[in-house]
């Protein structure tokens, strides 16, 4: 399928030539015909699948299809949880909607009410927004959301993690005369996403994107041994300085371990930026900048403080701390490889993260490749590192006859 084949206006198919998407993804050759007609939409769709294009190009069409009428509040209304990805679908939007007069907005905590105050008087078609500052603005009157004709709900499932439970329900009572709704999320499978679904949704259309196992077979996955956590560093400081390493994102697994990992870089000469939990949202900003336009090539961070950045064209996931669970783990390496680009993941796994390699093959479907690096390669086999201590006597009986079985 091709985008002329949807039905869409002659100024968004040229935005979408412009930007250079070549064919609609699954959830996109999906999603738009049944939004168009103006169907409730249930998606299971995690991020790196085209899903925000999925339901910005209906809104769009809708808005263009019919024209405003009188001033108003915004008649699109896309709740996000977070800032980044607020801003990051306020972009999306902007370039769609390059060749339209549609006026465009966006509403996240962290910046005062005078600049939100423009968007408010200008008889704002599209809004993008996270909850809890929107909220405030319901409850002093600033914002109301009776115009609203279509609503999004990106994201739900982390929503809901993040406690936006009361605020969305409130959000879409005001919205309640929307002519239809929008409802994405990563993962169906959680009670709360199914029962916030059934009050949002009326007869939902259900569409699931490709899903992130099949998703996986994109990157190139492999692992190094590292003996110790001297070896470890080596490794991942011989890999960043690689040259095809253009844009690496290296994992780690909590705030005291980043701040060591970066002082250790930059004793190496790697220059790098990095995410953290509760950081100031200008910094934040900034250092998700810097590497977005590639003037830092590596930037570290926990799980937590990645959420919910989508950067194009990162070369390298690299997974320094092994994730606590095989859905992380693919949730990590799906920065990589966004939309048909090609993308490598690599994990560096000392002995105790043996297991955890075990489970990510088992869930991914996929054995991931052992490789080594000339000058470094581990002192141990794979075997030892699992088998540390060797067992004698009547217990190595013992095992070899539960093998046996
Ligand atoms: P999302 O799932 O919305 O986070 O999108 C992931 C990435 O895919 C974004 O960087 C989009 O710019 C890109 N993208 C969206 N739709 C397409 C498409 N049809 N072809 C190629 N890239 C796309």
Request: glycine letters at 6%; proline letters at 4%; one cysteine or more.
């Amino acid at each position: 399928m091709t985008f002329d084949e949807l039905d869409l206006a002659p100024e968004l198919l040229k935005a979408v030539k412009n930007i250079g998407y070549k064919k609609p993804t699954t959830i996109q050759q999906e999603t738009i015909p049944a939004a168009l007609e103006g169907n409730d939409i249930l998606a299971c769709s995690p991020t790196g699948t085209g899903k925000t294009v999925a339901f910005l190009l209906p809104a769009l069409q809708h808005l263009l299809d019919f024209p405003r009428r009188n001033p108003g509040f915004a008649r699109v209304l896309i709740m996000a949880p977070t800032r980044e990805l607020a801003y990051q679908i306020h972009e999306q939007a902007t370039l769609l909607a390059a060749n339209t007069h549609l006026k465009l907005g966006v509403i996240t905590g962290g910046i005062n009410y005078g600049s939100h105050k423009e968007i408010f008087e200008k008889n704002n078609d599209l809004l993008v927004a996270t909850p809890g500052r929107l909220m405030e603005y319901l409850e002093t009157e600033n914002f109301h959301a009776e115009d609203v004709e279509i609503l999004v709900i990106d994201e739900a499932d982390r929503m809901l993690d993040m406690g936006f439970r009361g605020e969305m329900q409130r959000i879409t009572d005001e919205a309640r005369n929307r002519r239809h709704a929008m409802l994405f999320s990563a993962t169906l499978e959680s009670n709360a996403v199914e029962k916030f679904a059934d009050q949002v949704l009326n007869d939902p259309i259900g569409i699931m994107a490709e899903p992130p196992k099949s998703e996986t077979g994109k990157i190139t996955q492999w692992i190094h041994l590292a003996d110790d956590a001297h070896h470890k560093f080596a490794l991942l400081v011989n890999i960043l300085k690689q040259e095809e390493t253009h844009k690496a994102i290296v994992f780690v697994k909590t705030r005291e371990r980043l701040q060591t990992l970066i002082g250790q870089l930059q004793s190496e000469d790697v220059r790098c930026n990095w995410l953290q939990g509760e950081m100031p949202q200008d910094k934040r900003l900034k250092a998700i900048e810097k590497f977005q336009n590639g003037w830092v090539k590596v930037l570290v961070a926990t799980d937590v403080a990645a959420r919910g950045i989508d950067i194009d064209d990162i070369t390298h996931v690299i997974n320094y701390d092994m994730p606590r669970s095989a859905d992380v783990y693919v949730h990590r390496i799906g920065r990589t490889a966004r939309a048909g680009k090609k993308g490598t993941a690599i994990s560096l796994i000392e002995a105790h993260d043996v297991r955890m390699v075990a489970k990510v093959e088992r869930f991914t479907d996929q054995k991931l490749k052992r490789r080594v690096i000339e000058g470094l390669k581990p002192r141990y086999k794979e075997a030892r590192i699992v088998k540390k201590k060797k067992v004698k006597g009547k217990a190595a009986k013992k095992v070899k006859l539960k093998k046996k079985k």
